[in-house]
């Protein structure tokens, strides 16, 4: 089984400081996406890493995949209140072509207070 | 079509009726996904379809609960004789092709049930 597991599990800051959260497993993935959940709707794709040791940036988030396609980060720089989300990471199942079959972690809740 | 719409938002039964909860997929999209989210928990697969076609029911428990994405119209996930554990966000995704690697899933805002 396919677990990933997710660090911190909560995190406040304040504004303008710089963070960064963490996806690991014991398996290997051929990808992972990052997510993010606002209350009351649903997960909103940020990003997708393929290749190990992949830095991916948009604005202010840093997406990293490890060497060995078994962890990932996210590293998010002068956070903003903008910022406040549950972050998910996911990766496919890839037993019997159920590639489809995405495995979340459980999330890391950020609030950022302005 | 924005986005893929989910409806109700919310929904509350007793405890022995039926919910029924649908997904329009994005446009071109033809592969649905139900998700679903317990409290304290992460994102569970439920079921994957596509058109007229379940694909992959795995996740989702056997009894009580069932899936259709018909020809014409949204994918429904119907929950027979609710009980207060079935209480949770429901998410459906689309996609335009098999593998959301390339394509990435496009998840709805989800409808929250609650049984009481």
């Known amino acids: 089984t396919q677990l990933l597991e997710q660090s911190p599990q909560f995190l406040s800051i304040q504004e303008g400081e710089n963070l960064t959260v963490y996806c690991n497993s014991s398996?290997?993935?051929?990808?992972l996406q990052w997510y993010r959940q606002e209350p009351g709707e649903g997960p909103v794709l940020l990003v997708t890493?393929?290749?190990?040791?992949e830095v991916k940036k948009l604005k202010r988030l840093t997406f990293q995949f490890g060497d060995a396609r078994k962890d990932s980060s996210l590293h998010i720089t002068a956070a903003q209140p903008g910022d406040t989300g549950l972050y998910l990471c996911a990766g496919p199942g890839d037993s019997g072509g159920s590639n489809y079959k995405l495995t979340f972690g459980k999330g890391t809740l950020l609030t950022v207070n302005p | 079509n924005a986005g893929v719409m989910q409806n109700p938002r919310h929904l509350v039964r007793r405890r022995g009726q039926e919910a029924r909860l649908r997904c329009s997929p994005m446009k071109g999209h033809s592969h649905v996904y139900w998700y679903r989210q317990l409290p304290e928990e992460g994102l569970k697969f439920m079921v994957y379809l596509q058109k007229e076609n379940i694909i992959d029911e795995s996740g989702m428990p056997k009894e009580r609960f069932s899936a259709e994405f018909p020809k014409e119209g949204p994918s429904i996930l119907r929950i027979q004789q609710v009980v207060r554990g079935d209480s949770a966000a429901y998410f459906c995704?689309?996609?335009?092709?098999?593998?959301?690697?390339?394509?990435?899933?496009?998840f709805g805002s989800g409808t929250r049930l609650t049984v009481v």
């Open positions: 890493v393929v290749t190990g040791g």
């Open positions: 995704a689309s996609s335009r092709g098999r593998y959301p690697e390339g394509y990435g899933y496009t």
């Open positions: 398996s290997v993935f051929s990808s």
